[in-house]
């Protein structure tokens, strides 16, 4: 370690015990900045540049910076997007001493929440979690057609699930199923951005979800059983078009299902790691029976799992004390540049509120979609996807939870439905060129070309780009409403997307022309639109509904015709 980097962490050292020491005090003085709390708010701000630059790349870092200088000279800024000028000093004290900056809701969810959730996924992984599930995903899914996809999918939702974290879901899953996707026929590149689209999946996906989920349900002011029960339902839609989307896929190339003596029987994954059930069944329980908060519910089923681990070997091997040393190592590392996204979301929070900005850029999105949700909805879009280039997921979410979720709720969005859409959206940087970081990582281990496997997730992945305008304005998707209305709403999802997925793909129960493709495509797009959308009321179902039956019933005339 060179001399200046240990110069640098004895001062982080010391202004952050000295923060700690000093803040209720010092917190009340933004407007005074007495010299002691600047220097320490200072020597802080420099350091967790520093320390962001190095973990999470220039990208951020110049992000972060452009949020700062919009907060020194938001009074500079033209017409409708003035705000005011913060001076400089008063500015760094504000940031690191105020309790809505940096030391706000990201730091405060990551230092009380998401370090629980690594370390269980941790524990998890360590004590053999990760293969007991991709055993089970193998021994449900290993005898049907392009069943190394399958188990893909199955076990990176399984795992995903818990750890919430796309890129080491790709590594831990990936490195067993991207092998058996190329040996059972499947190009390097498909099977690559299939592992992608599963793991990106994980993210969405509870009880665990991502950080951005715990963040959510804080900007909400609600608890997060609540969050983690309006994700099932588009969860479901996307794992259930992916998969589809394999068996079309496995059907048209006539690829196989793995051969039988490589598939493990059900009973026996279940009999060695029976117990890896009990630490999700703990922390159900205590999230929606207990309603326990998240970390308390985390700390809970983390406890069980390591005891667990330690009594019960799992395929020979039990969990000792070197393995906790590591667990505890990997984990710590695993939340550094965590914190450094924290310190960063805190910092651009804190910049537009401090200056007046976010306010000012709100009202101006409002102004630029002309009243129309439908522009709002797609300017948030394509604002999240432009900012996905250069950050990550809870970035994303983090900076257009501020900026455009108060503008999408002024226009009559129901909160949960403008905060899942932005959060979605946030997910698509991950398979999306010419960034795709889960692409680019599943890549690798297939030995594929990048760019090539990023496009292809992102046509796999099409349903993240159209579940949130679902639900934006079909509130039953959300688990919202009555179980009827809920339950109708999910299955003309279901049927749409399938007929999506099998023009996407091109193939049906047999290949499809371009007039074939069209129809498929129209009849999906009217099966799931939602009601409210264009006054419309239900008759784009009805239509739907009805050029499905047509659909079946001409396939069904044709099949007998074609048959020698």
């Known amino acids: 370690m060179p001399w200046y980097d240990l110069v640098a962490a004895a001062a982080a050292f010391a202004a952050a015990a000295y923060l700690a020491w000093r803040f209720p005090r010092l917190s009340e003085l933004v407007s005074r900045q007495p010299w002691d709390g600047l220097l320490a708010a200072s020597t802080l701000l420099v350091v967790f540049l520093e320390g962001l630059r190095r973990t999470s790349g220039m990208a951020l870092f110049i992000t972060t910076l452009v949020f700062i200088a919009l907060a020194l000279f938001g009074g500079e800024l033209p017409g409708e997007f003035a705000a005011r000028s913060i001076p400089p000093a008063r500015l760094a004290y504000y940031l690191v001493w105020d309790s809505s900056a940096i030391l706000g809701i990201a730091i405060k969810i990551i230092a009380t929440v998401v370090v629980v959730y690594v370390f269980f996924g941790q524990v998890l992984f360590k004590a053999g979690g990760s293969q007991f599930f991709t055993g089970i995903a193998m021994a449900l899914m290993g005898r049907y057609r392009g069943g190394p996809a399958k188990i893909a999918i199955v076990g990176s939702s399984l795992f995903g699930s818990i750890s919430g974290n796309i890129v080491s879901n790709v590594m831990t899953v990936g490195t067993v199923t991207i092998p058996l996707m190329k040996r059972a026929g499947f190009r390097p590149h498909l099977a690559a951005a299939i592992e992608a689209c599963a793991s990106t999946g994980g993210q969405i996906t509870p009880p665990v979800m991502g950080i951005a989920a715990f963040i959510m349900a804080e900007f909400l002011q609600v608890p997060f059983y609540e969050v983690a ?40 994954v279940l009999r060695e790691g029976w117990y890896f059930i009990l630490p999700l069944v703990a922390l159900v329980y205590a999230l929606f029976g207990l309603n326990y908060e998240p970390e308390m519910a985390g700390l809970i089923a983390t406890a069980v799992v390591l005891g667990l681990g330690v009594l019960i070997p799992y395929q020979g091997k039990r969990i000792g004390l070197r393995d906790l040393w590591a667990m505890m190592r990997d984990a710590g590392t695993s939340v550094l540049e965590l914190f450094m996204l924290g310190a960063s979301a805190g910092i651009m929070i804190g910049a537009l509120n401090y200056s007046g900005v ?13 009243g129309s949700l439908l522009a709002l909805l797609v300017l948030s879009a394509i604002a999240n996807i432009i900012l996905g280039l250069g950050l990550p997921t809870v970035g994303v979410y983090i900076v257009l939870a501020t900026l455009v979720a108060p503008a999408l709720v002024k226009m009559g969005i129901d909160p949960m439905a403008a905060h899942m859409f932005i959060m979605y959206y946030g997910c698509l940087s991950m398979i999306s060129p010419p960034v795709a970081i889960a692409a680019f990582v599943a890549a690798n281990l297939a030995g594929a070309d990048a760019n090539r496997t990023g496009w292809t997730a992102m046509a796999f992945g099409w349903t993240l780009f159209v579940i949130p305008f679902l639900f934006v304005f079909s509130l039953p998707l959300l688990m919202k409403g009555h179980p009827a209305a809920i339950a109708l709403d999910f299955a003309l999802a279901v049927a749409g997307v399938w007929f999506i997925s099998a023009a996407m793909m091109g193939y049906s129960v047999r290949p499809l022309g371009l007039a074939e493709r069209v129809l498929y495509c129209v009849t999906g797009i009217c099966t799931f639109m939602p009601a409210n959308v264009l006054g419309a009321g239900r008759w784009f179902n009805v239509a739907g509904v009805a050029l499905a039956a047509a659909v079946f019933l001409l396939s069904r005339f044709r099949r007998p015709l074609e048959q020698p």
Do not use: H, N, W
């Not at 589809?244 to 490589?262: F, G, K, N, T, W």
């Not at 976010?358 to 002309?370: K, R």
């Open 358 to 370: 976010g306010f000012t850029l709100t009202l101006v999105l409002i102004l630029l979609a002309g």
């Open 229 to 268: 029960l309006a994700a099932v339902i588009p969860a479901a839609l996307f794992y259930i078009a992916l998969f589809i989307q394999v068996d079309l896929e496995a059907a048209r190339s006539r690829i196989l299902p793995m051969p039988r003596e490589e598939i493990p029987k059900l009973s026996k």
